[in-house]
């Protein structure tokens, strides 16, 4: 079974930045999509940004595109956050599942870390 935990998570002024790392355990193959997601107050939990561990083709959410970069290397995979907004906010989750094909949708994760607060202020 694979384990996620989170780390990374803080509070930052708008326009700074901040890297996220998703410690990747238990048994792992190249067969699985990764994920970041988040989820504010009040809210639906969205998608960031997804790649595959076998080849790090990555996929971003348009809100995120130009600022985010979702990449991976034996162990862990990171989420650089970079130009925050404070509508950036949110507890930032990570997310694995098998899969042959990005994924980019939620409930298509079966596999999910404990989540890290990420504050932006004004």
């Known amino acids: 079974q694979v ?13 700074g930045s901040l890297r996220l790392s998703c410690a990747v355990s238990g048994r792992t193959s190249s067969n699985y999509a990764m994920g970041w997601f988040r989820q504010a107050p009040g809210k639906e939990r ?5 790649t595959l561990w076998s ?3 990555p996929r971003y959410a348009d809100s995120v595109k130009g600022r985010f970069t979702i990449s991976r290397d034996n162990a862990k995979l990171y989420l650089q956050m970079n130009s925050l907004k404070p509508e950036d906010s949110a507890v930032y989750y990570c997310a694995a599942t098998r899969a042959f094909v990005l994924v980019t949708t939620p409930s298509r994760y079966n596999l999910w870390g404990q989540g890290t607060q990420v504050t932006v202020s004004s």
């Open 55 to 57: 080849n790090g083709i």
């Open 46 to 50: 969205e998608f960031v940004a997804a």
């Open 3 to 15: 384990q996620l935990v989170e780390s990374g998570g803080g509070l930052v002024q708008a326009g």
